[in-house]
T-cell receptor
């Protein structure tokens, strides 16, 4: 099993640009989660999906952030326009009916 | 509201000594508890969980955790620490307020093992 796959691993962009982060969950997992990790705020849940349907997006910071899951094997997190305060490590995680989540390696985003 | 607390930002232990990383929780209903470890520049890795059954739960890399209902604690332990155990450790609890699909993570404890 390849585990959760995220791309890119590193992204450096300028303020105002659109950023798209990608995630492929573990096959057969029906929940997908997007998290953001910073030194100041720790680990924050942004949004999660069940069977490709967004269930709770209360953690999404503002309208600049959006997430989609068009099918069971792919999800995107988009930031448009990006701002320096969006700089963080973004993690994707997936799980089945048991509650433990499996995390991807993360995307380190730097917005200058 | 559900919550989990890790009272120590950092724990320092000499190699070969036992280690304990503390976690306390507050939930309504039966707690589902987890420990995760994060190595530098990596995602979180699942270590172990408590759902029901024996209060002492064994997990990966020789770690174990003890569920104590009366003290609402779920401390992570290892009898003999290794330098390679140095990492960031997160305690987590299922959020029973929501649809129970979310888990709430603690703020993390940095474990440092000196040779």
């Amino acid at each position: 099993d390849a585990g959760v796959i995220q791309s890119p691993r590193h992204e450096v962009t300028e303020m105002g640009q659109e950023v798209t982060l990608r995630c492929k969950p573990i096959s057969g997992h029906d929940y997908l989660f997007w998290y953001r990790q910073t030194m100041m705020r720790g680990l924050e849940l942004l949004i999660y999906f069940n069977n490709n349907v967004p269930i709770d997006d209360s953690g999404m910071p503002e309208d600049r952030f959006s997430a989609k899951m068009p099918n069971a094997s792919f999800s995107t997190l988009k930031i448009q326009p990006s701002e320096p305060r969006d700089s963080a490590v973004y993690f994707c995680a997936s799980r089945k009916s048991t509650y433990e989540q499996y995390f991807g390696p993360g995307t380190r985003l730097t917005v200058t | 509201a559900q919550s989990v607390a890790q009272p120590e930002d950092q724990v320092n232990v000499a190699e070969g000594n036992p280690l304990t990383v503390k976690c306390t929780y507050s939930v309504s209903g039966n707690p589902y508890l987890f420990w995760y470890v994060q190595y530098p520049n990596r995602g979180l890795q699942f270590l172990l969980k408590y759902i029901t059954g024996d209060n002492l739960v064994k997990g990966s890399y020789g770690f174990e955790a003890e569920f104590n209902k009366s003290q609402t604690s779920f401390h992570l332990k290892k009898p003999s620490a290794l330098v390679s155990d140095s990492a960031l450790y997160f305690c987590a609890v299922r959020d029973t307020d929501s649809s129970a699909s979310k888990i709430i993570f603690g703020s993390g404890t940095r474990l440092s093992i000196r040779p």
